[in-house]
Every structure is written in structure tokens, then in C-alpha cells.
Nanobody, 114 residues
């Protein structure tokens, strides 16, 4: 079993920055695929960025060159978000691919004012 806890969300003006963190704990062996998703009420969850066990990263086109995903050696996941836009407003979820499925934390709200 794995527990994920996100933090770092908040209210920021357009053009500003936030850094999200995700603490992963539980039965994790080595590195897993991990990712950040976001969701607006009434819509499906959207993949924002992901990182492989080897450290390769991938980003949604909408956040390329603005967001950076990273992970430390304790499976703490980060999302550095720069030059935020109003359309980035959403609940952001940390995810781990575990036993063939994605698991998520409770999410953290990011609100970007314009």
C-alpha cells in the first residue's frame, strides 16, 4: 500500500510561481513511474508531467517550458510551476503507478488569478 500527500498549492497571480511537493510512503521498492495530474471540476483528470524510474520526463504541451517535474532519492516528488496562467487553475494530484494502476493523493488546489 502507498500513501501520497501533496502540498504547496495556493493562490498566485498570473506570471507567478509555485512549487508543489508530494510525499510518498508505504510499500515502495525502488523508483516507480510517478506523475502530476490536474483536474477541473466536471472534467477528467489530465496528465501534466511524468517521470520514469530512470529519470526521464515528459510534459503536456500546455505546460512545456514552464513546469518541471523532479524526484529525490526518498520518492519525494516535486512540480516547479513558473509563469503560471489562469488556465492552470485546478486541483493538482500526485500519482504513482503501482501494481498496474495509478494511485493518487488527496490533491492540492492551485488557483491562478489574472
Amino acid at each position: 500500500q502507498v500513501q501520497l500527500v501533496e502540498s504547496g498549492g495556493g493562490l498566485v497571480q498570473a506570471g507567478g510561481s509555485l512549487r508543489l511537493s508530494c510525499a510518498a510512503s508505504g510499500s515502495i521498492s525502488g523508483f516507480n513511474h510517478m506523475a502530476w495530474y490536474r483536474q477541473v471540476p466536471g472534467t477528467k483528470r489530465e496528465l501534466v508531467a511524468r517521470i520514469t524510474p530512470g529519470g526521464s520526463t515528459d510534459y503536456a504541451d500546455s505546460v512545456k517550458d514552464r513546469f518541471t517535474i523532479s524526484r529525490n532519492n526518498k520518492n519525494m516528488l516535486y512540480l516547479q510551476m513558473n509563469n503560471l496562467k489562469s488556465e492552470d487553475t485546478a486541483v493538482y494530484y500526485c500519482s504513482i503507478y503501482y501494481w498496474g494502476r495509478n494511485l493518487w493523493g488527496q490533491g492540492t488546489q492551485v488557483t491562478v488569478s489574472s
